[in-house]
Every structure is written in C-alpha cells, then in structure tokens.
C-alpha cells in the first residue's frame, strides 16, 4: 500500500517537474495526471473487458508508472520498501496490544530493533547493488515524505517511552536492571494475590517487605536514571494496589503532639506581645518645632482656614 | 501616627507627651548631636575655587572625565551582579540543606511517628538562620531592616539618611537577607538587592570607604550630582524594569544621559549575573539563562487572553487594591507598637525568632492536615516534594507552595498544570500567607515585600482562575500577583515592565497595566502605599511629585524659618564656632550677609551661602586672615581640600580651636556660593516646592525687596504640609 501512495505521488511530482519546462507540456501532463483516473476506467470498459472496471483504482494509478525509467525507484528500493512496510506493521501490530498495562519495551523491543535495521539500510548514504541509493528517491523525493513521516512517528514513541534505558545495546535482551525489577515486581504481585483475599491489614502487614524493597529499587533506579516507561508504570499501577485498593498507606496518627506543640508555639508570641506592652518602656517621639516668624507663628492654618 | 500632632500622638497619653515634646529641648546634645535627617546638597557650589578648577580643565581633561564616568557606571554594573549572583547561590545552596535535612527528617518520622520533632526541628533551623540575620542587624546595622526601598527612596528624594550606604550596611544587608530567605520567612530578596545595588553605586562612585580606610579618588568624578544615576541600580533581570524604577520612585532630578548610564549599569549587571549564573550551572558563555526574578514564561495558548477577560482582570485588580490596603493598615498598627514598645535590639531579635518559629509551625500545620494529594507532572520542578499521608506516587501540594523557597512558590503556582491545587489549599495558603508576611515586614531582619505579595497575589489569582473553571488558572495568578502586589506597593510605571519582564510575555502588557492602575486606585482611596507608610512612620521629610494641592495661599513667609542664623562676608572664628557647635539648632546652611549681628532681628543684605561642611574644612585648615598674612608661603585651598573631606565631614567638636584663633577673622567671600537661589517672601508654596524637587535644593533663601536676608526654607518646612482629610494640614516632624 505505501509503495502505491509512492508511485501516486511520484507522478504528481513529475508534473511539478515538468510544468517548470513549459506551459503546453503542463497542461497536458496535468490533465494526465488529474483526469485520467477518473476517465480511464470507463475507456477500460469499453476497450479491454479483461479488467473489471471501477473497482480497481490501483490499475489506473499503475497505468501510469510508465515514467521513463531513470526517475522509476529500482527493484532494490522496491525490496527496501516492501520489507521495510512488513516489518512496520509487524512493529506496530505488537505495539497495540501492549498498551495497556505498558509493556511496549519488553514485548516490542526486537520487533523495533529490526525495523530500525530496514530503515537505516533505507537511509543510508552508502550506495547498494547496481549503485542506487534508495535514501533520495524513498525518503524525500516529495512533500508527503511518508517513509520518513511513518518512522520518526515510532522513532519518536520509542524515545519518549525511554526503552533504550532497558534494553541492551543492539536490541538484544533487557538489561539485568530491568529483569531484577521484573523479578521483585513479581514477588510483590504475587503477595498480594496470596492475601488478597482476607483481610486487608493481613495484607498491609505480610506484604509490606516485598512492597519497600520494589519501592526502594525504583527509587535507585529513578536516581539513576535507568527507567523506562514498562517500568514506571508497572510501578504506578502497584503503588496504586497498595494506596489505593489495600489503603496501606501510613495513616494520620499524632495528631495530639502536633497540635500541642503547634499551640505551644502559637502561645509564645502571644505573651511575648504581651509582656513587652506591660513592661517595655514606651519610646517617645520627640518633635522638632519650627521656628518661625514672630508675627506668623500665633497665625495658625486652621485659624487662617477659617 | 508620627507626625500629625492634632490626631494621633506617639503616646498613648497624647497631651502629656505633647507637653514632653514642647519641654524637652530638641537635643540632648552630648547623645547624638548629628544623627537629625540631612538633605543631600545636590546643588553645586559654584564658589571662585569652582570657577578656577574649571578654567584648568582642558577640553581633553573633560572629554578623559567623561570616559571615566562610563568606566564607573560599568564597574558598578559588574559589582551589584556579582552580589545578586553571590545572594543567589548562597541562598540556593543554603536552603537546598535545610530543606533537604527537614525532607529527610520527615520521611523517617512519618513511618515511626514521631512528626512532632521534625516540626521542632523545622523551627529550630529557621529560628538559627533568622536569628544570626536578626542579631547582625538589630546589633550592628539597624538601618539594614526591612526592604530598603524607603531607604532608597528617600535618598533618591535628596535626604540623607545616616549610613544608609556604608559598605557595614551593604555586607549586614546582604547577611541578612541571605539568613533570613534560608530561615523561611514570607520575604523576598529583591528589596534588599535594590539596596545594596544602591550601595554599591554610591560606594564606588565616591571611590572609597572609611571602613576599609581605602581612598580610591574616584570621588573626582562625580560631583553630587552625578552619583545620583548610579544609585538607581536595579536587581538582577529587571533591567528595564529597574531602570525605571529609579525614575518612578525617587530621583528628584532626571536627564536623559542619566538614563542612558542607568540602563548601560543595568544591562552590565545582568550581563554580569548571567555570566557567573553560567559558570555555576556548568553552562559557561550560556548568556541568555534567565536572571533573578524569573518566574517563567508562559508559553502556548495560555498566552492568550480574550476581550472578555479584561473585566474580570480589572476586578482583580480591585481585589487586589482591597486586600493590599488591608495589609498595608495591618502593618501600619503592627509597625506602630513595634516603634513603641519593641524597640530594643534585644526585644526585636526574639520578635523575628518568634516569628520564624511561628512560621514553620504554621506552615507544618498546614502540610500536616493537608489532605490534597496531587500527582507530580513528569516536568515537574518541585525539588522537596512531600509525600506524608498521601498514597505513593503522590504529595502533598501544600507542600509545593509552603515547604520550598517563596520564589520558587510563585513559579509553582504560574506554572503547574490546571488541577495541581485544590481551591481548598490555595484559600487556606493564602489566607495564612497573608498574614505571615504582614507580621513579617517591619521586623528587624533585611527583608523584602515584593515576593511574599507576588506569592500572596499568585494564590488568590489561582484560586480565581480555579473557580472560573474556563480559563488556565496560571494566567489568572500572574493577574492576582500584580494586582496584590500593586495593591501594596503601589507602584505602575516600573511594576508593569517588572512584570512584563519577569515573565517574559509582552503580550500581558495591557492587562497588567490595568490591573495595576485599579489596584493603585482603589487602595489609595483607603491607605497609602506600604512603602510610603514606613517612609512616613520614619518621620522622613520626604516631598512628593507635587506639592499638596490647595496651598496656593501658603507663602514662602508662612513657610520659611526665622529668625536666620547668618555670618558676616569676613566673619571672627569665636563666632563660627560657636554657631556651629551649638546643638540646638544645628543647622547647615548659612546665609552670608554684609553686616550682621548675632541674635538682632535686623534682617541684613545678603552676599551668598555657605555650608556646615565648608566651615569645618576651612576651620580644619584654619584659614584665617591673620595667618595668611603672617605665613605667606602657605598652599592655597583648593576645591580637592573640601572634596577630600567628602562625603562625611568630620564633626565640629573634633576640631580644636584655641583661645587665640578664637579672636582671628575668616574671609568667607572665596569659599562662599556666591549666587544662591532665593526666593521673594510671596511666591507661593507650590512655586517653592517646585524649585525644590526640580533643582534638588538644600536651602532655600526669602528675602525681602531689598534682598536682605528674613528667612530660609528647608526641607523640612516643605515636607510638613500634606493635604488630609480635612483640607491642607501641618504635620510635626518627629526626631530620630
């Protein structure tokens, strides 16, 4: 399907071309380009019965990949994008279903690992058999640039979701960091499975060493900075488990020492004002009289006012 | 109040203390005979030693003294950086600790129980970082209290306040406002900046220290009037903003190469703060790193605001103008009882002790019950997130706005995403902030209001915006922190630019702008601004932009002092001396006249004026006629004697007169400013006042048809009429 949207595209593409060289040629090319896939079917109909008009669109669009053979990508590119569209949607196929719960690195990885193989073979500026390279004409030989566009997509989920930070170098496995955590998770999950069922506190009580030491190995790997999305929410969701559902958070309990020694400390300005009203000496401002003419200084303002 | 006699007395038993007033003399000379509030002597002295200094200065010399003018601006642009980027770190540094110990703390105590010590130790480090900043300034340098911008403005205004600043002044400040930030107070660090960019102006334009005993002549460049500009400096990023707050806030006297340096001064600091700020962040030669007061930029569509809004921003401005009265009346009664009743340095650092405990148990109380949990954005950039009673994964958010630096608060709350703050919380913080910082400002740490209003402003803003449900609420805690912030300090030219820039979105100019003038607006209507109210309660002469209205009727002859102390053109030493050194009246300025006699109230005609300062240079030098006849050799005075003794003039009882120079003559006629301002005794009061704030004048000569001498206006005599609620009114100036 993508290299169709290809070749559709290369054709307008050559229009564009075209139309830089002359008028006349543009408007036939055009009316090529534009008109023919609407008319062509019914010419089919009429002329060849062969071909079941209509319903095949993509007959009228391969019509039209008869450009002359130097602007036509070669078999090897062709190659490229075929494997490089299977190993897509085996990527993206894998993805969808490990939404939710997160799981995208550690069920993905391999799948993503030989995607990015196909698409730097794509992209790379070293020439293939019969001296092509497929970077020109697969990634930027038009404006929708889709080959490119699709990647950077999942190049950009990749890098967001911080997986290189699980797995090894070369998409080989995870990395023991995250198959410790998995490890820990796991006792911890099944923890709770085992006491879920009684009461809460049992839980809250038995559970309590496996749920601090996942806490504390998240908390080192957060320092470290050796997270990946799996991790976090995985994470997440058992912090949930035990706040939320086992309401095994650490509850309100002193609340009579706070408040005493709140209210102590509320009292002593209280007595500080106090103390200091009662027994500072007060401080008085002296004023500094003006000195003024002799026949204007028992004239005051308010007697002048009135 | 301080000064209105007829209304509000200093004491609570108002005719006795009146009677006290009147009884006592104005000065027990032996305490403190100059510590009275002096004006600044912006007005040059244009005396024959002037006139001759300027005919030696070749065209070249000025063109040298020009360059070097601008080497200074720079210098002091370089210096006032260093110190903002020196605050900065330290505080960052120091508070990055504390927090860091109490988090801790916290966190092993809210398993095992036991919260109650962390409270205890919470306070316990405030109270050790507050008291080092109390005691530093209660002990050594009372005038480092507070803000500094009263400070700061009334030395802009022209008066000189003692030792407002002295290098002791600049290191106590900076100490102080370190300690006090770390010991999480509701302040700020701006003010203190301002002042000690301020300080550092003044310092290095007058070349040099009687700290460090160091003299580094630079003082030859800058008269008087020149170290004004640098005075103006501003903190950290608010380039502009700083720029301008010089102009609106005080600078009597303004031209446009003023500004220019001004802002050349600004730019260097800022250059200089970001520089350093590079180095520290491991970023070198990264210039662009936002400056001091960053509180973020806003970015993507929450910049936007529709026609409709502007209503609602103009009612918060009017909230805001409420809500900045009330804190301004609040602190105004506080301020009162502290003058009276907690006025010894003592008394004061156990209140600013108290105070910091108070705090952090208030604000641990707050956390404590707190029951709003939030999950942290994975952007976040709270660094001390609290997790107490809340489930895994999530914190306290009353945390996020009391448990962390104020600066760092308002960011949180511009910034965080909609749904961080519970409209609970944020009523609650603003609540208990509020009155916080109100019991804060006035204590006797170096401390500034400008963050707690913005913080204050911010929560309500938010709150607002939460309740609006429509809009983002980080655009309406921006409104509500310029509208409470304006509500208090009332200031408009410079706050907008401030805010602008602070945030860095232009686009909020207009609404800014009005819910800065509504905010002024409607708390004038009720109080005075904050700033204003401390320079009042200091009983500072300090004139206005315009002289009161309705007092055209007041005449200069209603106005000025008299009888004048003058001195005769060629006067006896005994005389001066005796003038000089008499404590009652202290003046500064002297009225020459041809023939007068002590104490007559003859007037006499007059020939010039002459300063304390001159007097005690020429008395030091002993320029007297006698000897000059005997000892032909001696160097002639120059216009460098007098700057040498610049800008602190040795006091009259250190200089030592015997029996026999008692009896010589002084020639003032060479030294004396021979053309001063006068006035006729019926040019009006607004007429006077003008020439006052437009030329920076000290003294004031009326005189009669004849040009003889019958009065003097100062100052002081301008700045007691004030328009009240009952027309024009005549204040008394309280002593300091």
Redesign the interface.
């Given at each position: 399907m993508s290299s169709l949207v290809l070749v559709a595209t290369l054709a307008l593409k050559i229009c564009a071309v075209v139309s830089s060289d002359g008028l006349i040629l543009t408007a036939s090319a055009s009316a090529g380009g534009q008109v023919s896939p609407l008319s062509l079917p019914a010419a089919a109909v009429l002329n060849a019965p062969v071909y079941p008009a209509a319903t095949e669109p993509i007959f009228s669009l391969n019509l039209l990949s008869s450009f002359p053979e130097d602007l036509e990508i070669s078999g090897y590119c062709n190659e490229l994008l075929r494997v490089f569209g299977e190993r897509y949607v085996a990527y993206v196929n894998c993805l969808v279903p490990a939404a939710r719960p997160v799981k995208v690195c550690q069920s993905c990885f391999s799948s993503y690992g030989s995607l990015q193989a196909t698409y730097l073979n794509i992209s790379t500026d070293q020439m293939g058999p019969g001296n092509v390279s497929c970077k020109d004409s697969l990634l930027r030989s038009d404006r929708l640039m889709l080959v490119y566009v699709l990647y950077s997509n999942l190049e950009d989920l990749w890098s967001r979701s911080d997986c290189d930070n699980c797995i090894t170098k070369g998409f080989q496995s995870l990395t023991s960091d995250m198959l410790y955590f998995l490890a820990t998770l796991n006792q911890t999950l099944t923890c709770f499975e085992k006491y879920q069922q009684g009461n809460h506190t049992e839980l809250c009580k038995n559970c309590k060493a496996s749920y601090k030491d996942l806490n504390e190995l998240y908390g080192r790997m957060e320092k470290n900075s050796t997270m990946c999305i799996d991790i976090e929410d995985s994470m997440n969701m058992t912090r949930r488990l035990w706040s939320k559902n086992f309401n095994c958070s650490v509850p309100r309990e002193e609340t009579v020492p706070v408040i005493a020694v709140s209210s102590f400390m509320l009292f002593l300005p209280i007595i500080f004002y106090l103390s200091s009203f009662l027994h500072s000496e007060q401080k008085k401002r002296k004023l500094i009289h003006p000195k003024r003419a002799k026949s204007y200084t028992s004239l005051n303002i308010q007697d002048k006012l009135s | 109040m301080?000064?209105i006699?007829k209304k509000v007395s200093?004491?609570?038993r108002a005719d006795e203390?009146?009677a006290?007033?009147?009884g006592?003399p104005?000065l027990n000379g032996s305490e403190q005979p100059r510590l009275f509030r002096q004006s600044l002597d912006y007005d040059n002295i244009e005396n024959q030693l002037f006139l001759e200094e300027e005919r030696r200065l070749s065209h070249m010399g000025f063109r040298c003294l020009e360059i070097s003018r601008w080497v200074v601006c720079g210098l002091i642009g370089f210096l006032t950086g260093l110190i903002a980027c020196f605050i900065d770190i330290v505080v960052e540094k120091l508070a990055g600790i504390k927090y860091q110990v109490v988090k801790e703390n916290i966190e092993k105590f809210?398993?095992v129980?036991?919260?109650?010590i962390s409270?205890?130790l919470w306070?316990l480090l405030n109270c050790a970082f507050v008291m080092v900043g109390a005691i530093i300034v209660a002990f050594f340098e009372p005038i480092a209290a507070g803000s500094g911008i009263p400070q700061i403005k009334c030395y802009l205004n022209g008066i000189k306040i003692p030792r407002v600043v002295r290098l002791k002044t600049l290191v106590v400040k900076v100490c102080g406002v370190i300690c006090s930030v770390v010991g999480g107070l509701a302040v700020g660090k701006e003010g203190p900046m301002i002042h000690s960019g301020a300080v550092v102006a003044a310092g290095v334009s007058q070349g040099r220290s009687t700290s460090l005993k160091r003299d580094f002549k630079v003082s030859v460049l800058f008269n008087h009037y020149a170290f004004m500009p640098a005075t103006a400096r501003a903190g950290g990023t608010m380039f502009l903003g700083g720029v301008l707050f010089s102009l609106e806030e005080g600078a009597s006297f303004w031209n446009q190469m003023l500004t220019w340096r001004i802002f050349f001064a600004s730019m260097i600091s800022t250059f200089t703060l970001n520089f350093f700020l590079s180095i520290y962040n491991n970023k070198l030669g990264q210039l662009s790193s936002p400056g001091l007061i960053n509180f973020g930029r806003f970015e993507g569509d929450t910049v936007a605001y529709n026609l409709y809004e502007i209503p609602l921003f103009i009612a918060m401005g009017a909230v805001g103008g409420l809500l900045g009265a009330l804190f301004n009346v609040l602190n105004y009664w506080l301020t009162i009882?502290r003058?009276?009743?907690?006025?010894?340095p003592c008394?004061q650092v156990?209140?600013a002790l108290?105070?910091a405990?108070?705090t952090a148990?208030?604000s641990?109380?707050m956390i404590?019950f707190s029951n709003d949990c939030q999950p942290l954005d994975p952007d976040h950039t709270e660094e001390y997130p609290l997790q107490l009673?809340?489930?895994?994964?999530?914190y306290n958010s009353m945390a996020t706005a009391f448990f962390n630096t104020p600066e760092r608060s308002v960011r949180s709350l511009f910034h965080n995403q909609p749904g961080s703050y519970n409209p609970l919380t944020l009523g609650l913080f603003t609540l208990t902030y509020f009155f916080l910082a109100c019991w804060t400002y006035g204590l006797a740490v170096s401390a500034g209001v400008f963050i707690p209003s913005l913080l204050i402003g911010a929560a309500w803003g938010r709150l607002c915006g939460i309740l609006l449900t429509w809009a983002d609420p980080g655009k309406y805690a921006l409104m509500g922190a310029a509208a409470q912030l304006g509500g208090i300090v009332r200031m408009t030219l410079s706050l907008t630019v401030i805010m602008v820039e602070a945030t860095g979105n232009v686009t909020y100019g207009l609404p800014i702008m009005l819910v800065l003038m509504t905010a002024k607006i409607v708390g004038d209507y009720f109080v005075e601004g904050l700033y204003d109210i401390h320079i009042k309660l200091q009983?500072v002469p300090f004139l206005h932009w315009e002289a009161p209205a309705t007092s055209h009727?007041l005449t200069a002859?209603?106005v000025?002092?008299?009888?004048v102390t003058c001195l005769n053109r060629v006067e006896k030493v005994g005389t001066i001396v005796d003038t000089l050194s008499n404590t009652s009246t202290n003046h500064n300025g002297f009225p020459v006249v041809a023939i007068f006699v002590l104490f007559s109230i003859q007037p006499a005609k007059l020939c010039g004026l002459i300063l304390r300062s001159q007097l005690i240079v020429l008395l030091k030098h002993k320029v007297f006629v006698e000897l000059a006849r005997s000892r032909l050799t001696q160097r002639k005075l120059q216009l460098k004697d007098f700057r040498d003794a610049y800008p602190r003039f040795p006091p009259i009882q250190s200089i030592h007169v015997s029996q026999d120079e008692r009896e010589c003559m002084m020639d003032l006629t060479e030294f004396m400013n021979p053309t001063p301002y006068t006035v006729p005794q019926e040019t009006s009061l607004p007429r006077v006042f003008k020439l006052f704030r437009a030329l920076g004048l000290r003294h004031l000569v009326v005189v009669d048809d004849e040009n003889k001498v019958?009065?003097l206006v100062t100052r002081?005599?301008l700045a007691?009429y004030h328009l009240g609620k009952h027309?024009?009114?005549?204040l008394?100036?309280?002593?300091?």
């Open positions: - | 301080a000064n006699t200093w004491s609570s203390s009146g006290a007033g009147e006592t104005l809210t398993e129980g036991g919260l109650s409270l205890i306070a009882f003058i009276r009743y907690v006025h010894r008394l156990m209140e108290l105070v405990a108070v148990t208030v641990f109380t404590y009673f809340c489930a895994d994964g999530e009983s009727w002859r209603e000025m002092s008299s009888p019958i009065g002081k005599d007691r027309g024009l009114e005549e008394q100036l309280a002593q300091t």
